[in-house]
């Protein structure tokens, strides 16, 4: 593995906001090289640096002729899980920057790590789109093992979607700024709960990370108890750059299996379609044990990209990726 410095010329910093454009230019010739449309932009870079502090959670690389060689940002979990969301620009890949940026992001959490609990296992993943094999092998190089497969699934709105059918005693409105937040917040963690990987939030870096998305509550659709008056399953979207993008669908246990996921979906998809609105996207472990990959088909959303996730132990413990785990 080699050393973590870089070419003669290159330096790294941390971004700025008036670097987002230029970061959003790398990602998107990323996207071209691989395959894909061209699509991010300087807003969803600026979104997503919401729930981080960039001077210290990110890391742009510059070429010796001042242009954005690659960059990185990270999710972290209560410093037991380190996302790494990771690119290397077409024009500088083959020199070096991918094992950089790895080797960055495990020196992220070695020196965080302490702030995790004593007895928990650390670990960094990354998500490697499935066609880019010199990636793949990148991450074998360094120590990397595949563990899931992560679908990209997405709907092309071409006509106006089925309208929902709601249970019988079960509503629909929409998320309340100042009144729902902390409900919100804890319907969504019961839901999650049992998906697999994923340790728990706080209710303080969930505010922070959807800053942006509650501006626009219209897109928060909140499924409603009548009875009770309590949220039982939400769908939380945003519109970026004119397309649409689901953070997560979810129903609280007691009240799945009785069609309100995919009520909820397309009452999403006719708020996106009424706002005009025609692709939406949203990702999903493709072995998801609340079976989300089957609901989403139901709603007409297809693979669009997979992805595998590959991880690596940082630190040996008990593995603390789910709720049940860390209660």
């Known amino acids: 593995m080699a050393a973590r410095t870089l070419p003669d010329g290159f330096i790294a910093r941390a971004p700025v906001p008036a670097d987002a454009p230029a970061i959003a230019g790398l990602i998107a010739a990323c996207q ?125 709105l071409d006509q106006p979607p089925p309208a929902p059918e709601w249970p019988e005693g079960i509503t629909v409105r929409t998320f309340v700024p100042g009144q729902d937040e902390r409900a919100t917040f804890e319907a969504v963690e019961e839901a999650f709960s049992d998906i697999w990987g994923r340790p728990p939030s706080t209710f303080e870096r969930w505010l922070s990370m959807t800053q942006s998305e509650r501006k626009d509550p219209e897109l928060w659709r909140l499924a409603i108890e009548t009875d009770s008056g309590q949220i039982v399953g939400t769908c939380l979207g945003q519109e970026i750059s004119g397309k649409g ?56 959303m297809e693979v669009k990209q997979n992805y595998i996730l590959h991880r690596k132990e940082i630190r040996p413990g008990i593995d603390l990726s789910t709720t049940a785990e860390q209660s």
């Open 32 to 156: 071209e090289a691989d395959g894909d449309e061209p699509d991010a932009s300087a807003e969803e870079v600026l979104r997503d640096w919401e729930g981080l502090d960039p001077e210290q959670d990110a890391v742009l690389v510059v070429a010796p002729d001042g242009t954005a060689a690659a960059y990185a940002d990270v999710l972290n979990r209560r410093y037991v899980q380190l996302s790494v969301y990771g690119s290397v620009h077409p024009r500088y890949r083959g020199l070096g920057l991918g094992s950089w940026l790895v080797q960055w992001g495990e020196a992220w959490i070695r020196e965080r790590m302490h702030l995790a609990r004593a007895e928990a296992q650390v670990t960094v993943q990354h998500y490697i789109r499935s066609t880019n094999t010199a990636a793949l092998r990148l991450m074998e190089r360094h120590g990397y093992r595949p563990v899931r497969d992560i679908w990209l699934m997405a709907i092309t």
């Open 245 to 300: 993008w689901i953070g997560s669908v979810g129903v609280r246990r007691p009240w799945r299996g009785r069609g309100i996921g995919l009520a909820l979906l397309r009452d999403v998809f006719g708020v996106y379609y009424r706002r005009g609105v025609r692709e939406v996207e949203l990702s999903v472990d493709s072995e998801s044990r609340t079976g989300a990959p089957r609901l989403y088909r139901r709603a007409g």
